[in-house]
């Protein structure tokens, strides 16, 4: 349950109610893809670093150990020993983006793992499955993503599909939530809206699953291929028709400046593989812009990643021994280097929520949204 | 400065007190080679799972970051936030193992480095110097390290050259410790005792450096290619002519069971990188023997690694998400179960310590040396 707290212009500072506890929103969501952070991330250290909820992924779960495991094992809340709110995705996105042979039916999709190639299907009814067992709190319906651009046709026919498999999803999980046995009888069903960069496309999937009265309603289909510009447009586009009385979820977005452009246009929930990808390849977020500490200024520099960041890594490391290691190549560069951009991206929501609340947004979005996403 | 606390046969506890605080003994000594322990744990994690003494690699910190910029980092205990006692190796045993070609004259040695191949020279002065910017508590004497078996003239001879390289060591760390910027004034020098596996040599070489009223003492050039009997029979050999009142260290072992059996014939010190490498595939130390992780049968298993160890790992983790984080190649498996393995050695030792102070060591032994070591 969403419960709108205050608004500035579209910004919104909300708060969400999982059985797991309570969101505040804005947010951005912390992915551990197979139940797990990469990087060395544990359950622990995600308590340390501010995350609210975690993100992992059906398709992943699903190969590997295989949701009937994570299920025997009590759900994946139970697996990590994360007790705080998860959000799993539908699958969807990795059938069409890791797997190369599917073949999509109005069923659903026939498709390759990526690990050993073996034929593997999945529809609406599978992925709801899937995350029932998985025992989330916040289950994604079965979609088709398709890259940007793509035929006005294509995108037609996918989205109108995309419509009737989010029918089966909320029939599906409606019927597993009720059973003696269901890991989580209170996971909800979050919608997704399609429709490329066709703006009257998506304005149509939008308003047809918000009758649908969903607990949530995520953006999908964007940063695979569109321009930033085209991005902006289609959320200004869709917005107006999403419910204002339900999280909206930009899917896979970004970039600081990104998160602060989207809170802006009335996003309220983020998540992004970007900044822990990042932090392995040492490109480590500042409040000042981006630093490469693989860079040679930083062999004796005792500062810390970031003089602002209150982050355990900060309070403890130097940026001298972080190159070092990165150097030396030590798994311990990577971990300390996740751990601070997840960090910097929970405190940059939390600064986010704390100046809707004093009504300082704008001047926050003006003096942050482009300094974040330079490099330094 | 050592100290013998209690005495049950030949075992000993003791303790050590260095600038950096006070060890007890017996103890086993935490590898982070390149000033990181391999598996991603950090100066944190090792003050989590008890560790007392952290040993670092000379070898490995001369070619990364270089001893010059740690120096100039205010050595590294600083670079590496560790504030306990640390050991360093001389470089030794590396240039004589992981280096291809290499050229020794009574001077040193010229090698080649392993990562991109340029030529090296290090004598017992380099090293000492070196160490003496690492600012380690305890710095190893530059030796050269025969494997076993090497015919008696060269074994001899290089015994010999090794006693006239610690004579230069000791000169050299005596200079170095009192010029007025000295990282750590309070740098000790140890020697090691060489000799193969001839027992006369290797008295004759204990006798000479015991003469010279070092710090303290460690055996070298064992666990290089002799039987585990050989081992035994020469720290029998050596033993007697060990200073008591000085600590003595088993350079490089080993299994828990060698631990064991190593204290019952009165050594102080060990140190080992089998432990972490253990764990990272996914081999882990139980009271009850060496299980692997990677095993099917632990897919479902609801039980801590070892259902008698309090290390962070058993207290929140259980053997189907370890299980399961190998299996899908997450990094965390291996971090998680390095902290577990270096935990178990630490609580080992600990123990060790404890069943001597009570008399019960023989029992101890008695219980433990066989099963720790077998695979179950």
Redo the contacts between chains.
């Keep these: 349950m969403f419960r709108l707290i205050k608004q500035q212009g579209k910004a919104r500072r909300g708060e969400y109610i999982t059985p797991h506890g309570v969101v505040q929103t804005p947010v951005f969501m912390n992915v551990g893809t197979?139940?797990?952070?990469?990087?060395?991330?544990?359950?622990?250290d995600l308590e340390r670093i501010g995350t609210q909820i975690e993100l992992s992924n059906t398709y992943?779960l699903h190969l590997?150990?295989g949701d009937e495991?994570v299920r025997?094992?009590?759900g994946l809340h139970r697996?990590?020993?994360w007790n705080g709110p998860i959000l799993t995705d539908s699958g969807g996105f990795q059938v069409f983006s890791l797997s190369g042979l599917r073949k999509i039916t109005e069923e659903g999709v026939t498709f390759a793992s990526h690990i050993d190639g073996h034929r593997i299907f999945m529809g609406p009814e599978e992925s709801m499955r899937i995350q029932a067992n998985l025992g989330s709190d916040v289950a994604m319906a079965f979609d088709e993503c398709v890259e940007n651009p793509s035929p006005r046709e294509y995108v037609k026919a996918s989205m109108d599909r995309t419509y009737r498999w989010l029918l089966r999803c909320r029939d599906e999980q409606l019927r597993l939530r009720s059973l003696p046995d269901a890991i989580n009888p209170g996971q909800v069903l979050w919608g997704i809206n399609q429709g490329g960069d066709y703006e009257d496309l998506r304005v149509e999937h939008m308003q047809r699953i918000a009758e649908l009265d969903l607990d949530g309603y995520a953006i999908g289909g964007l940063a695979v291929g569109e321009t930033t510009e085209t991005m902006y447009r289609i959320i200004e586009t869709v917005e107006p028709h999403m419910p204002a009385d339900r999280p909206r979820y930009l899917m896979g977005v970004g970039t600081p400046g990104n998160i602060i452009e989207a809170v802006a246009r009335g996003v309220d929930f983020f998540d992004c593989v970007m900044p822990a990808r990042n932090a392995r390849h040492a490109r480590l977020f500042t409040w000042s812009g981006a630093i490469n500490l693989k860079n040679a200024k930083y062999?004796?520099d005792?500062s810390p990643i970031d003089p602002e960041c209150d982050c355990?890594v900060c309070r403890?490391?130097?940026r001298?021994?972080l190159?070092?290691?990165f150097?030396?190549e030590?798994?311990?560069a990577?971990?300390?280097s996740v751990m601070h951009n997840l960090y910097f991206y929970n405190q940059l929501t939390a600064r986010i929520r704390q100046a809707i609340e004093e009504g300082t947004f704008d001047s926050f979005r003006a003096e942050y949204a482009k300094r974040l996403d330079r490099r330094i």
């Excluded at 197979?34 to 622990?44: C, D, W």
Aim: charged share 15%; no cysteine; proline share 5%.
């Design positions: 197979q139940g797990a952070i990469k990087g060395a991330l544990s359950a622990a992943h590997r150990p495991v025997q094992l009590g697996m990590m020993t062999t004796l005792e355990p403890r490391y130097t001298a021994y190159h070092h290691l150097k030396a030590e798994m311990l990577m971990r300390l």
